[in-house]
């Protein structure tokens, strides 16, 4: 009997190319990274939840009146961030569409890259949930919490 190859696993480069393929072009212009795709969890790691971490690189175009990332921006990169996380959860694309996210603003981000750890909580038939932690890439303090909730379509 021959054996079939083994399919190739979805990775950093697969989830890399849905960025570049599914998201709207103004999401384009936001020039989003993925910097880390974590799909199977280490063998010690009880707590393990799959997902993402993405890096928003800092434009003054981002920028409100005052100099600080707008909130607008941030919400656009946790959403994005999410649908990412959801492509390691799902070991591949799955149309989804969002439900709910709830973003508590810690503090202001200017001059910097933001960093997003996009992690889903729990993964069902239907519904996907999530948190997302946005932190400033200067000096990984906390900027703000995203809980998120998707559609499977």
């Known amino acids: 009997m021959q054996q079939q190859p083994e399919a190739a696993e979805f990775g ?5 190319r849905v960025l570049g ?11 989003l990274s993925i910097e880390r795709f974590d799909v199977t969890p280490p063998g010690d790691a009880a707590d393990w939840q799959p997902g993402a971490i993405l890096r928003l690189p800092f434009s ?4 409100r009146n005052g100099g600080t990332v707008s909130g ?23 149309a989804m569409t969002t439900v709910d996210q709830t973003m508590h603003f810690m503090r202001a981000v200017s001059a910097a890259d933001v ?35 998707f559609a499977m379509l």
Request: proline share 3%.
């Open 12 to 16: 950093i480069a697969d989830a890399r």
């Open 21 to 31: 393929e599914v998201f709207a072009p103004w999401v384009m212009d936001l020039n």
């Open 60 to 63: 003054e175009r981002l920028c």
């Open 72 to 94: 607008q921006a941030l919400m656009a990169f946790a959403d994005t961030a999410m649908v990412i996380a959801n492509l390691a959860a799902n070991r591949g694309y799955r």
């Open 115 to 149: 960093l997003a750890d996009a992690r889903v909580v729990r993964l069902g038939r239907t519904m996907s949930f999530g948190r997302v932690t946005l932190s400033s890439a200067t000096d990984n303090k906390p900027v703000a919490m995203v809980s998120s909730a």
